[in-house]
């Protein structure tokens, strides 16, 4: 079954540096998500990407963060000066279409911010 | 408003007995709405779906019922099993696919 996957599975960075998550969406998807959850709390969005450009994307995505599709077939999440805040799992998502398709999530990754 | 809660954060049941998960949603325009299972170090996946018009919607051991007066619906697991341990949410697709995830119920079976 195609899946969505992410790597690394667990990142540990200082703050303020730079941190590149990764994520290899599923082939025929044309739409791709980031999402992060803080420990026990509630999966957050942050950005969707379509079509090579961010659609939308939320508070919680300043100008600290950027996307990128650099070819085919991966996703990046890039936040340029890590904080302590930024500390949480990291989810990429996609689907086949709109309005209303299934997302699916990859298996995400932790970022701790120490 | 953007807004899908969850009654209860915790519900314990028996092995074999059947757990009704519920969700509350806020705005009466809402049109579609998913159920995610979230394993302890994993990523939700989805469970089963509903659209506004319909009330009910079967799947494998699993129904959603939706009442759109009330603006509640309501996850059912038949014959649960340990492996259905996790958390649930419920979620709702805004603007342009986003999804908007309740704070989530953990579900926990005993043998």
């Known amino acids: 079954e195609p899946e969505v996957t992410q790597t690394p599975s667990h990142q540990v960075t200082q703050m303020g540096q730079e941190v590149i998550l990764r994520c290899v969406p599923i082939s025929n998807h044309l739409y791709f998500y980031w999402y992060r959850q803080i420990l026990g709390q509630k999966v957050e969005f942050l950005v969707s990407f379509y079509n090579n450009e961010i659609s939308e994307k939320s508070e919680i995505f300043d100008d600290q963060f950027s996307v990128e599709r650099p070819d085919g077939s991966n996703f990046t999440l890039k936040i340029r000066s890590t904080k302590l805040e930024d500390s949480a799992m990291y989810f990429c998502?996609?689907?086949?279409?709109?309005?209303?398709?299934?997302?699916?999530f990859g298996q995400g990754t932790r970022l701790t911010v120490v | 408003g953007e807004s899908v809660g969850l009654h209860l954060p915790t519900l314990s049941v028996q092995e074999g007995d059947n757990s009704i998960i519920n969700c509350a949603y806020s705005?009466?325009?809402?049109?579609?709405f998913i159920w995610y299972k979230q394993e302890s170090g994993k990523g939700p996946q989805f469970i089963i779906d509903?659209?506004?018009?319909?009330d009910k919607r079967q799947g494998q051991r699993v129904t959603v019922l939706l009442n759109k007066t009330v603006k509640h619906l309501s996850l059912q697991i038949a014959a649960t099993q340990p492996g259905d341990s996790a958390v649930y949410f419920c979620a709702e697709p805004t603007g342009f696919q986003k999804l908007v995830f309740g704070t989530g119920t953990r579900l926990l079976v005993s043998p």
């Open positions: 998502a996609s689907s086949l279409g709109r309005p209303n398709t299934e997302a699916f």
């Open positions: 509903i659209r506004s018009n319909m």
């Open positions: 705005n009466s325009a809402s049109d579609y």
